[in-house]
C-alpha cells in the first residue's frame, strides 16, 4: 500500500540551483496537489492538477513549476532556487467520488533546504 | 483575516484530561470541514471529517456550527499519544469542481503523564 510516494525526502541546494521534486499516487486520484509548510504558516498550496496534462496556479505559484505527464505522476520543479523556498514540501492526491469533499492523502514530505 | 484560524496552542493537558479545540472559517461558502493530525516531523493524516449533526468516533467528537462558522474538537480521556499538531481544513467547492483544501495553522496539544 504505497498510496503518495514523495522523493527525495531531504535535499540541500545551493541559491540559483534547480530540481525536481517528485510525486508519485497509486491510487488513480485525479487530483494532486504541491503545499509548503513553514512554521506559524500551515500548508499553502503552491500548484494543483485536476488531471493528466492539466496544472494550476494556488497561492504562492511564484518560483515553482509543474507538470502531470502521466496521472499517477505530478512534478515540482525549482528553476533557480532562493533561500526563501527553504520549507518543507507535501504532495497530497484526492479523488473526485465525494462531491462535497474527499480526504486527501499526503506523502511523507520533502525537508528542503536552500543555503 | 486568514480563511482559517486557530489557536496554536501548546495545549499542555494530564492524562485522562478533557480538551477542546475551536477553529473559525470566514468563507460561508465552505462545503466541507475535516480535522487533520500531524506528528512531528510526519505528514497531515485525516483524523475525522465534520458533519453538520456532529459526529463522534471514540473518544473524539468534532461539531459544526455553520451559524457562527467555527468547528470544534474533542478529545475525551487523552493519552499521550494524542500530542500531535491538530489542523482543521476547510473544504471550498469552485464552480469548477475544484476542491480547495485551506489548512488552518494547527493546534499544539501536548499530553503529560
Known amino acids: 500500500n504505497a498510496g503518495v510516494t514523495q522523493t527525495p525526502k531531504f535535499r540541500v541546494l545551493k541559491t540559483g540551483q534547480s530540481m525536481t521534486l517528485l510525486c508519485a499516487q497509486d491510487?488513480?486520484?485525479?487530483?494532486m496537489y504541491w503545499y509548503r509548510q513553514d512554521p506559524g504558516m500551515g500548508l499553502r498550496l503552491i500548484h494543483y492538477?485536476?488531471?493528466?496534462?492539466?496544472?494550476a496556479k494556488g497561492e504562492v505559484p511564484d518560483g515553482y513549476n509543474v507538470s502531470r505527464l502521466k496521472k499517477q505522476n505530478f512534478l515540482l520543479g525549482l528553476e533557480s532556487a532562493a533561500p526563501s523556498q527553504t520549507s518543507v514540501y507535501f504532495c497530497?492526491?484526492?479523488?473526485?467520488?465525494?462531491?462535497?469533499?474527499?480526504?486527501?492523502?499526503f506523502g511523507q514530505g520533502t525537508r528542503l533546504t536552500v543555503v | 483575516r486568514k480563511e482559517v484560524e486557530q489557536d496554536p496552542g501548546p495545549f499542555n493537558v494530564p492524562e485522562g484530561a478533557t480538551v477542546a479545540f475551536n477553529c473559525t472559517y470566514s468563507?460561508?461558502?465552505?462545503?466541507?470541514f475535516f480535522w487533520y493530525r500531524q506528528d512531528c516531523r510526519k505528514e497531515p493524516k485525516l483524523l475525522m471529517s465534520?458533519?453538520?449533526s456532529g459526529n463522534e468516533d471514540g473518544r473524539f467528537t468534532a461539531q459544526l456550527n455553520r451559524a457562527s462558522q467555527y468547528i470544534s474538537l474533542l478529545i475525551r480521556d487523552s493519552k499521550l499519544s494524542d500530542s500531535a499538531t491538530y489542523l482543521c481544513?476547510?473544504?471550498?467547492?469552485?464552480?469548477?469542481?475544484?476542491?480547495?483544501?485551506?489548512f488552518g495553522t494547527g493546534t499544539r496539544l501536548l499530553v503529560s503523564p
Open positions: 492538477s485536476v488531471g493528466e496534462g492539466t496544472t
Open positions: 497530497a492526491s484526492s479523488s473526485t467520488a465525494n462531491p462535497t469533499g474527499t480526504e486527501a492523502f
Open positions: 468563507n460561508s461558502a465552505s462545503q466541507s
Open positions: 465534520v458533519y453538520s
Open positions: 491510487m488513480n486520484h485525479e487530483y
Open positions: 481544513v476547510v473544504n471550498m467547492r469552485r464552480n469548477t469542481g475544484f476542491q480547495k483544501l485551506v
